[in-house]
């Protein structure tokens, strides 16, 4: 049985003796760890940084290390240039010199030899052009989503924007794999007739020599197929990324111009900073992207020019006949250069007209906003805001709200904005020359008139 204590309880005295007090409560601050103790998939640093499933990037990523082109390690870095040296300056080299001309194969070996060495001269100067253009890049830059303005740049931008590239992206590398696979199918068809049925190859001297005594003989043709095609991928792929990646660029501006279209909408009401705001966003980046390409995009114009007047004048002064067996170099370099260095003026040319195109769509939505505002507005209201405007152009109005879109201060700032983008309307530069359709009709009409000088040289018109 219990006692008269137990079931009346003990009294407070006793219970002191008997229990501590409760300590008081302490309330809890939760304090962030440091970044060296975070997981790593909860670190900033790390975000959209690491080649996951999700990574928009992770195929560039992948073709830039297949191509020994990453260069986000010392080591990288070595393996890239040490590629570079062999696959676009050794082997070509060495292949050429162990061509001889053999006119049982074929009468026309020794104009295909000749062909052939003419393409390979704008092969490896573009693409020495676009590898010290990438290494200039990765070296300033540090990583490609800087390259293409995705790193933080993005996230200001709208859910439209960022549908709109992420659509661009799969795009733009399907573009490079849907110019690289149809020629390099070409290209090794034409490479196997070649050397097996056009020319002889022999062992280059370095190797033919006593000091290399090779147990079999080595099918030296064979050899020369296959190191000739790996070097014509890696040459060729490291010109068309470039263009790519600049076309890629361009998408980006086109689409966040499209994104400020939108904001010209009448039901919008966007105020005319905000519009200031991101196109003064927009013409930062498109000075970027000139400065960083524009040396590119002149070499390369200078060495196609040099490549296809030097190679019309070779075709047109021999008197072999031509054929796909030895010309076939000069079509497949031809159309892959054109294409890709069109490529890059047509982008060009697309985000300059959409920047001057904003010229016409903010008078038209100034235009918009005064007629809209003077069509609601009665005759009294007129003229209390003509009163209002007079008052602000003296100076002695100060308060003059600005969510109103007949205000006289909302008037000024959109007629500003307009003068703004009258005088600031270019996109993309060549030391300050603007890449539009007029510039493009001008190196068309260049290249024509070549062209024709040389024709008129070589043969009688």
């Known amino acids: ?132 253009t990438l290494a200039a890049f990765f070296r300033r830059l540090g990583s490609l989503r800087q390259l293409l303005f995705l790193d933080g740049a993005l996230r200001d931008d709208t859910a439209f924007v960022r549908r709109g590239y992420a659509r661009e992206l799969d795009r733009a590398f399907r573009l490079l794999a849907a110019l690289l696979l149809p020629s390099l199918c070409v290209e090794a068809a034409h490479k196997a007739v070649f050397f097996f049925c056009t020319v002889r190859v022999e062992p280059p001297p370095v190797v033919a020599s006593p000091l290399f005594l090779l147990p079999a003989p080595v099918p030296w043709r064979a050899v020369a197929l296959v190191a000739t095609v790996v070097s014509w991928v890696y040459r060729t792929g490291v010109f068309l990324l470039v263009c790519v990646l600049f076309r890629l660029t361009c998408e980006l501006q086109i689409l966040r111009f499209e994104g400020i279209y939108h904001m010209f909408d009448v039901e919008a009401r966007a105020a005319a900073a905000e519009i200031f705001a991101e196109h003064r966003r927009i013409r930062t980046q498109l000075f970027a992207t000139s400065h960083r390409y524009r040396v590119f995009i002149i070499c390369c114009l200078v060495t196609i020019t040099v490549s296809q007047l030097g190679a019309l004048v070779v075709a047109l002064s021999s008197r072999a006949p031509k054929s796909f067996s030895n010309t076939g170099d000069l079509l497949v370099g031809s159309a892959v250069q054109l294409s890709g260095f069109f490529m890059c003026l047509v982008g060009a040319a697309r985000i300059t007209h959409r920047a001057q195109r904003i010229v016409s769509i903010a008078s038209q939505w100034h235009m918009s906003m005064v007629a809209m505002h003077h069509g609601k507005s009665s005759p009294a209201n007129t003229s209390a805001i003509d009163a209002d405007a007079s008052r602000v152009s003296a100076g002695s109005s100060t308060a003059v709200s600005q969510a109103d879109p007949g205000a006289p201060c909302s008037y000024r700032s959109r007629q500003a904005l307009v003068t703004y983008l009258r005088h600031n309307g270019g996109g993309i530069t060549l030391f300050g020359f603007t890449l539009d359709r007029g510039l493009l009709h001008t190196i068309f009409v260049f290249e024509m008139t070549l062209v024709l000088w040389i024709l008129s040289k070589v043969v009688v018109l």
């Open 1 to 132: 049985m219990y006692s008269e204590d137990e079931l009346q309880g003990s009294s407070p005295e006793s219970r002191s003796e008997s229990e501590p007090e409760p300590a008081p409560l302490l309330v809890s601050v939760s304090v962030p760890a440091p970044a060296h103790q975070r997981p790593l998939l909860l670190n900033p640093a790390y975000a959209r940084c690491k080649s996951v499933m999700h990574d928009e990037l992770r195929s560039f990523r992948v073709f830039l290390q297949w191509c020994a082109l990453d260069h986000s390690t010392r080591a990288g870095r070595a393996v890239s240039y040490a590629a570079f040296l062999a696959l676009a300056l050794a082997v070509p080299a060495a292949v050429s010199l162990s061509l001889r001309a053999d006119a049982a194969l074929s009468p026309a070996s020794a104009s295909a030899i000749t062909f052939n060495r003419v393409a390979q001269v704008p092969a490896t100067g573009l693409a020495a052009i676009s590898f010290l």
